[in-house]
């Protein structure tokens, strides 16, 4: 017997954001882990084009010292 999982759906798409704010740090900490890396599409559901997005966000964000790089 197979269980099937139900597919999780895009955070972003949910909510209609198109742009994603590198300043809205509490947002961007959701989709990393405790040691500062971003989370896996899969982990979260995101869509490639809004994991990209949430990429470029979260390293422009690391570049302000909005979130940090490796939490020690």
């Known amino acids: 017997m197979e269980i099937q999982q139900e597919k999780k759906l895009c955070y972003f798409c949910q909510?209609?954001?198109?742009?994603?704010?590198?300043?809205?740090?509490?947002?961007?900490?959701?989709?990393?882990n405790s040691q500062g890396k971003i989370y896996p599409p899969k982990?979260?559901?995101?869509?490639?084009?809004?994991?990209?997005?949430?990429a470029n966000a979260i390293k422009k964000a690391r570049s302000m010292a909005l979130v940090p790089f490796v939490v020690k």
């Open 43 to 54: 982990r979260h559901g995101t869509c490639a084009r809004h994991q990209r997005t949430l």
């Open 15 to 32: 909510h209609k954001m198109d742009k994603i704010d590198f300043k809205d740090a509490y947002l961007l900490r959701r989709f990393m």
